[in-house]
């Protein structure tokens, strides 16, 4: 069964795969890396502006081990979950430091790299050195769990690791992840140009829609925090990074709170500074994995001098932001409002 798999997979990949991604010209393991970890929790067609933009900056392995965190967050900026782009940075001083700068090429080595689990890994090592690997990403997962009709994930990782060839697995790894993104979708499969239907038991048995067992996801609570947009007299913003681990970890921040109360005490008991009438700008809301959050920014201008990182507006755009941070420092209206 094996290997009619992988020949019937790979025939339809090379009528129908997707062969000009970006990281596939020149395919070097900098590049595969990077867009394994960038396509973890994000589609294609998002992940490919930030690739090229982030391998324009970052050409290579040596040049991203030698940045900062705050470069390497603000390319990152807006593509979300930002311990990817942390864990991306400590893992390329990690190969500088331990391995000479050169990309490892051992499983247990490329695992070993902050960010990196079994499927990535595998990923990564079938892609940039043709090794026999199997994945089980989002994707894979999906095809392989209606085509055996198993839910069960040590299951599926023994069948991934089953129907690999023997050769061609670049080509195969990703034909595997094309058929999950293109064919096996998740709500319409288009079981009648399915290279493997044949023995499809999700197919035989018209069960698609029980493959993968979905998981229930908690409905998201939502929270409220506002957001403060502090200018003094030269025209400044106060910003605050935001602690790691956590949400937006790394990045800068508008000064944020739980509640009026608490940003009132803070202006007064921590920045020590008095604030012109404070004004309310129209509330925004943003979707983190488990919550959702509305946050309320809140306009207003000081006179008095305080520590922290006041930033002159032409500085900001060089900065790691959040996307909502973003929204409020530049979206025009708001930007009115400063004036
Ligand atoms: Fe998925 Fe349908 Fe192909 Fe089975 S036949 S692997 S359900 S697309």
């Not at 593509?79 to 500088?96: E, F, H, Q």
């Not at 399915?194 to 979905?214: I, L, M, N, W, Y």
């Not at 309310?280 to 309320?296: C, S």
Request: proline fraction near 7%; include cysteine.
């Amino acid at each position: 069964m094996s290997r009619s798999f992988a020949i019937r997979l790979l025939r339809w990949y090379d009528r129908h795969g997707r062969h000009d991604l970006p990281w596939q010209h020149p395919r070097t393991p900098y590049r595969v890396w990077l867009s394994e970890v960038m396509l973890q929790q994000t589609q294609v067609a998002a992940v490919i502006p930030y690739f090229e933009r982030f391998v324009a900056r970052f050409p290579d392995l040596a040049t991203l081990a030698a940045a900062s965190e705050d470069d390497v967050l603000q390319m990152w900026a807006g593509l979300g979950y930002y311990a990817r782009g942390r864990n991306l940075l400590k893992a390329a001083r990690a190969i500088v430091a331990e391995h000479g700068g050169e990309f490892p090429r051992t499983f247990e080595q490329v695992a070993a790299l902050p960010g990196i689990g079994r499927s990535t890994a595998g990923a990564i090592l079938a892609q940039a050195f043709g090794q026999r690997h199997a994945i089980l990403d989002g994707n894979a997962r999906r095809v392989l769990s209606r085509y055996s009709a198993s839910a069960d994930d040590a299951r599926l990782w023994e069948l991934s690791e089953q129907l690999l060839p023997r050769a061609r697995l670049v080509d195969y790894t990703q034909a595997l992840m094309d058929l999950g993104a293109n064919v096996c979708v998740p709500r319409e499969p288009r079981c009648q140009t399915c290279p493997v239907s044949g023995d499809c038991k999700a197919f035989a048995t018209g069960r698609q829609h029980e493959f993968p067992k979905r998981r229930v996801k908690p409905a998201r609570p939502l929270r409220q925090a506002s957001m403060l947009l502090i200018e003094n007299r030269h025209g400044q913003i106060l910003l605050e990074r935001r602690p790691s681990p956590g949400i937006w970890g790394g990045l800068w921040c508008l000064p944020m709170f739980e509640s009026n109360d608490a940003w009132r005490n803070y202006c007064r008991d921590e920045l020590r500074i008095k604030v012109s009438a404070p004004r309310e700008l129209p509330v925004l809301r943003h979707a983190f994995t488990h919550f959702e959050l509305d946050i309320q920014p809140v306009r207003m201008k000081t006179t008095g001098t305080t520590k922290g990182a006041w930033f002159a507006p032409a500085a900001l755009a060089k900065l790691g932001l959040p996307s909502p941070v973003k929204k409020i420092l530049f979206s025009a209206p708001r930007r009115e409002e400063l004036r």
